[in-house]
Nanobody, 124 residues
Framework: QVQLVESGGGSVQAGGSLRLSCAASQYAYNCMGWFRQAPGKEREGVAIFYLGDDSAWYTDSVKGRFTISQDKNTQYLQMNSLKPEDTAMYYC?????????????????????WGQGTQVTVSS
């Protein structure tokens, strides 16, 4: 079991930036990343990092604005040019998950280790 502790959420105006952090208690995963869930919507993958080759996957809506990075057991999600539609609860997740076409699975049900969530609110 990997314990995940998130920090860094908050409220910003559109165009602003936030950096989320997620500290993992141990190395017991091949993929670690971020999902988000807005009110009334399904949880979706945002950015996922593969430890095998330090590669990252991003959902289309955040490409060019969000950057994921990893330093030992802490992962960061730098979010720039934030938009109101980025408003959601953001969750860190990690697990040993299947790879599809060289990328970590983006299926949330395949991740069993989750952080408590951190709220990101972007106002227009």
């Amino acid at each position: 079991q990997v314990q995940l502790v998130e920090s860094g959420g908050g409220s910003v105006q559109a165009g602003g930036s936030l950096r989320l952090s997620c500290a993992a208690s141990q190395y017991a995963y091949n993929c670690m990343g971020w999902f988000r869930q807005a009110p009334g919507k399904e949880r979706e993958g945002v950015a996922i990092f593969y430890l095998g080759d330090d590669s990252a996957w991003y959902t289309d809506s955040v490409k060019g604005r969000f950057t994921i990075s990893q330093d030992k057991n802490t992962q960061y999600l730098q979010m720039n040019s934030l938009k109101p539609e980025d408003t959601a609860m953001y969750y860190c997740a990690a697990d040993i998950v299947p790879m599809y076409d060289g990328r970590c699975s983006t299926r949330d049900w395949q991740y069993s280790n989750w952080g408590q969530g951190t709220q990101v609110t972007v106002s227009s």
